[in-house]
């Protein structure tokens, strides 16, 4: 009876504990996806990580195709589609790697009970993150909310586990179970294709992965703490989309960086900010849509001006930086972090608009969007979230130009029209609409 194995958010075959169990089981293994678009809950993916799950997914298949295995792909509820599938090939067992969203966590469940009831083995693992969100947790038992006394707990805790290596080879079924096919789904924009400057950038998949994290810790680690947060330096990792999707894990991540023998801890940290928004989402499963800070609900945003929105999303709005990271987002569903955190202050705090609207659209342009750190790095931006960054600390977009992009390397680079002669006009003045801002942030402290 062959063994399930249900890629989810880890779309890799090193460090996999899910298929480690499945090919230890000594069966037939069997990986399934499914595209679940109908499940309760669970956030319809956006533009950019359609474009990228299909990239990585044809990679997983052509890799577990090569280890003697296969993918399967269904789409549907998984928790209609994983016992049909169980069914038609007749499984002993199903595995996966855990996930921490709220929908996510109740399809799984009922999955595991019902699977258990008809006789099968069913096996959960921790694999994306270095501690399990359960595990940090104040002397009284709470979860933080605030990240350096977390951080500080995380790392009390016993060390991440070493990875695994990937199997050698994974005995697959004798026949191929049915199959979608791939291009039937549609994950990839086709009129208009505006998917050529994600093309130009990436390499979707866990070569591409194994071989950008090697990259990183070979020529960029060592000057991170130092470039990090100028954004035409090329000194990040670019791994969050690998992490996103799982073509890497965090143990694989933290192991290498510390053999590398580079001074990595400011780096380790970044990863700890992930862990971070994945533990709040834990405990805050409606982390996207509420504000975490419940008297933030008192913040009275105007009306919404579509012009504004929508100048913003484009880059239109006459601050050259806000416009150059913009546009990157666009061109390359990806923005440099200094930049994401300048563009949401000045969508939130210079326009007045609620950072729902900025997060939905990160969501649908970012290829590492994902359901905790989109919203997360948002509410901390806009103040109504975990940790201290007070509403009135307003980032002002031509300090955070001169400081971190003196040469304006970045902005010629992803905005060239938006400097020199012709250049468009600010959409707000700035030192009115911060007043206006802190104004209207009264109300947050009276409620
Ligand atoms: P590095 O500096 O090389 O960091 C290494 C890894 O640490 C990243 O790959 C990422 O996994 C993690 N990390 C770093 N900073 C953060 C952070 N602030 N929060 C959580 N994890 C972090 N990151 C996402 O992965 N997905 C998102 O949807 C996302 N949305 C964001 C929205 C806003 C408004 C802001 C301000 C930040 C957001 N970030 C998000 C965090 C951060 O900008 C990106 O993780 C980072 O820019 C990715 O580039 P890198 O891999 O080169 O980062």
Known sequence: S????????????????????????????IGVYVLDEESPGIRALGGAARWWLHHSLAELGERLGE??????????????????????????????????GSAEREVDTGLKEGLCADGLEVQSFAASLLHEPWTVRTGTGTPYGVFTPFWKAAQQLPPPRAPLPAPRQIAGPHAHPATDDLDEWQLLPTSPDWAGGLRDRWAPGER???????????????????????PSAGATSLLSPRLRWGELSPFQVWHAAIESGARVGGFLSELGWREFSWH??????????????????????????PSMLSAWQKGETGFPLVDAGMRELWASGYMHNRVRMVTASFLIKNLLID?????????DTLVDADEASNPFNWQWVAGSGADAAPYFRIFNPELQA????????????????????????PIVDLAD??????????AVKRA
């Open 355 to 363: 950072w729902r609207h900025g997060e939905q659209w990160f969501w």
């Open 402 to 425: 001169k400081k971190f992009d003196p040469d304006g390397r970045y902005v010629k680079e992803w905005a060239p029209d938006a400097v020199g002669v012709g250049a468009r006009l």
């Open 67 to 100: 280890k003697g295995s296969v993918l399967v792909l269904r789409r549907g509820a998984a928790g209609e589609v994983i016992p049909a599938l169980a069914r038609d090939v007749g499984a002993g067992a199903v595995y996966w790697n855990r996930r921490y």
């Open 280 to 305: 709040t989402l834990y405990h805050f499963p409606d982390l996207a849509t509420k504000n975490l800070r419940s008297a933030f609900d008192a913040f009275p945003w105007p009306r919404l001006r």
């Open 2 to 29: 062959p063994s399930l194995v249900w890629f989810r958010d880890d779309l890799r075959l090193a460090d996999h504990p899910a298929l480690r169990a499945a090919v230890d089981r000594g069966e037939p293994v």
């Open 208 to 230: 591409g992965a194994t071989a950008r994290l090697h990259a990183f810790l070979t020529e960029d680690a060592a000057d991170y703490d130092r470039a990090r947060d100028e």
């Open 433 to 442: 609409t911060r007043k206006a801002a802190l104004a209207a942030y009264e």
